[in-house]
DNA sequence: GATGAATGAGTGTTCATTCAT
DNA sequence: TATGAATGAACACTCATTCAT
């Protein structure tokens, strides 16, 4: 059998049925089942069910330290001449369609958030990617933008909460439940969206 | 055994468990230990594990119906002569030491939030109680505020979205994990309270 | 079912194979198949394996204990008027038979002998049991039968494994393999027999 | 890597594991682990698990037999002109040192002792190598011994069970347990030694 | 010589549930 | 009301072993 295929399969299904179901509610067998292999070719590939979830989450940190690096990087280069508010909206695209859209990191995302009830370091990790990462980020975004003169002075982390909040109440509300289809995101788009036109908007912008 | 004592008991602590380490990672020996009774004597109170649950959501549901029912009654009496934005704050308060950070339904919402893996109907339930009726109740609110003339018109949908998706989010962060510790409590009331205050400064109130 | 009745049969059983073949090459499923019973109902009766082999062990040391204890105290009563070398060997015979070739006490005793690749606390255990207490016993008889002139002055504790390491060799020998067959209990009342009329015959006595 | 070198690597750790914790307690895995390959490579070298202990077991008769076997010819050839006690002192020490003190010879004889449980042809051997022989060996040398006018007449059976029965004893106490420390040898040697002297001494001899 | 990949049978253990008493 | 006794199905995980490469 091709090098990796096995391997890579057993994390694709796994992550898609813990997202689904919850870690602890899918057992071994569940996941076997679908790869489709026996629970003894499992071990080969990882020491026990929590190696699955961790190596799940090494993976989903590196790309989405990734993607927050990037974005970071980006913020830079474009803050430089000025833009007008329009090079917000790559970042805010790339943060909905790359990561709480993208099937990987959505996936992984709502696995953390159902698997609160175990130890602390899954909540700590939601704690980063849902909340404390993203707040950091809007914080500088809207702080360039005052720095520009394009947004009104203003105490940045609230702008941040209030510009995210009702993107983190969209995706709770439509991408943490059952199969994330077509029909989902593109709900969450619309709403999501329509709020943050409202928040530029109102303060005078777009 | 005085009756009713077991049975209360019973649910008491399923409620408990069920909300630190979710529903399925509950067995109901753990329950039994705790209460303490033997695992036979809990099927002579409930047919199956799954009835505890629906006995709770019962008493949710009659509980939160209740409160959503009166704060919507004292909405409509204060409302009749003008007392200015005051009025909202008591609901808010209500909202917030009845309902978010009650024990009960505190750990009943936590219970929905981390089942959403299983059936439909848990999936409806949240979205219900966490989403829908918090977000209506607030609508009417607004909309009493604009006709009063205290707000300037406005998309009362849109105004509700932006004032509960902060409470939203902070509950989320700060209410959801772990034990229900008056810390947590005091540090949810004072994030959710500036996010409110800003609300209405911004509005030109308060 | 009759009470208790389900509990002994898994004692009985569990020792009667794991004197056989030993404790972990003895699997839960061989025990209940022979009870026989469902696996989940021992589990009913015993919290894990390791439970079987602790309430066994505490069993055999209530028993040997009190066989120890009951061994000293005759001596100490017999010891009084001068009754000639006799009064040792009811201690003997009685040693044979209620230890040695008792079933409960040689099933353990062979299943401590057999584990000593597991923990030290086994290990201890066998010493004691296999060792320390009998050569200990061993050593007051010979001090009682000097002091009464029965037995020329010596070191009491050679004499002991003089006297002891003979039986012990025979017990290894044909006790400890395979099932404790009234043949093999026979040989071992010979050889082990021999050998003590000779340990005293060359000591002038008998 | 070099012939030869990784099937002894297989044969020198299985025995260390073995003797340490019993044959059926030590996985392929263990093994393999140690030594270290991959377990599909332990199949290139043994055919199964069984064979690793029948090919050490081949290697200790193998040894064990040419040490009697010399023991014996010493014996013959020592016994010759008259050279007092002081023969079977050799003999003893050997036994003692390249047999129950040996690495190689005390971890097979240790490995025999704990697999009892299993075949008989296991029982067998233990047998053999631990009563048969040695007994059968001191037999001889008390027979010259009295030929020889050195000892006076007896049974010369009995007088290499009351020999070798305390060294027995001694073996076990403290060379079958955990591992085989230079300690643990220098108990047996002294315990046995001052055994192997009283034994002389009380037969009017050095 | 050595390994990567796979497996069937088995391990100890936990689960929610039943039912006669 | 409450329990003692039992169970079938599932659990995560380990075992010795095979075989193509």
Same mark, same amino acid.
């Given at each position: 059998?091709?090098?990796?295929?096995?391997?890579?399969?057993?994390?694709?299904?796994?992550?898609?049925?813990?997202? %689904?179901?919850?870690?602890?509610?899918?057992?071994? @067998?569940?996941?076997? @089942?679908?790869?489709?292999?026996?629970?003894?070719?499992?071990?080969?590939?990882?020491?026990?069910?929590?190696?699955?979830?961790?190596?799940?989450?090494?993976?989903?940190?590196?790309?989405?330290?990734?993607?927050?690096?990037?974005?970071?990087?980006?913020?830079?280069?474009?803050?430089?001449?000025?833009?007008?508010?329009?090079?917000?909206?790559?970042?805010?695209?790339?943060?909905?369609?790359?990561?709480?859209?993208?099937?990987?990191?959505?996936?992984?995302?709502?696995?953390?958030?159902?698997?609160?009830?175990?130890?602390?370091?899954?909540?700590?990790?939601?704690?980063?990617?849902?909340?404390?990462?993203?707040?950091?980020? %809007?914080?500088?975004?809207?702080?360039?933008?005052?720095?520009?003169?394009?947004?009104?002075?203003?105490?940045?982390?609230?702008?941040?909460?209030?510009?995210?909040?009702?993107?983190?109440?969209?995706?709770?509300?439509?991408?943490?439940?059952?199969?994330?289809?077509?029909?989902?995101?593109?709900?969450?788009? %619309?709403?999501?969206?329509? %709020?943050?036109?409202?928040?530029?908007?109102?303060?005078?912008?777009?």
């Amino acid at each position: 059998m091709a090098e990796g295929r096995t391997k890579e399969k057993i994390l694709d299904i796994s992550l898609e049925l813990f997202s %689904q179901k919850g870690y602890s509610a899918v057992s071994i @067998r569940d996941i076997c @089942r679908l790869v489709p292999i026996k629970e003894s070719t499992l071990y080969y590939y990882f020491q026990n069910k929590r190696e699955i979830f961790q190596v799940l989450k090494e993976r989903f940190e590196e790309r989405a330290g990734a993607l927050m690096r990037r974005l970071e990087k980006e913020l830079a280069v474009k803050a430089a001449p000025c833009q007008g508010p329009g090079f917000g909206e790559g970042a805010t695209q790339a943060f909905f369609e790359e990561y709480l859209l993208d099937p990987f990191c959505n996936s992984f995302l709502r696995l953390l958030r159902m698997e609160q009830g175990g130890d602390m370091v899954v909540r700590e990790a939601y704690d980063q990617w849902m909340f404390e990462k993203p707040l950091r980020f %809007q914080e500088k975004v809207f702080s360039l933008l005052m720095e520009q003169g394009i947004l009104p002075q203003a105490d940045s982390e609230m702008l941040a909460m209030q510009y995210y909040s009702p993107i983190f109440l969209c995706f709770e509300r439509y991408l943490t439940g059952g199969e994330l289809t077509e029909e989902k995101k593109e709900r969450f788009r %619309q709403e999501a969206g329509r %709020q943050i036109t409202v928040f530029f908007r109102d303060r005078g912008l777009m």
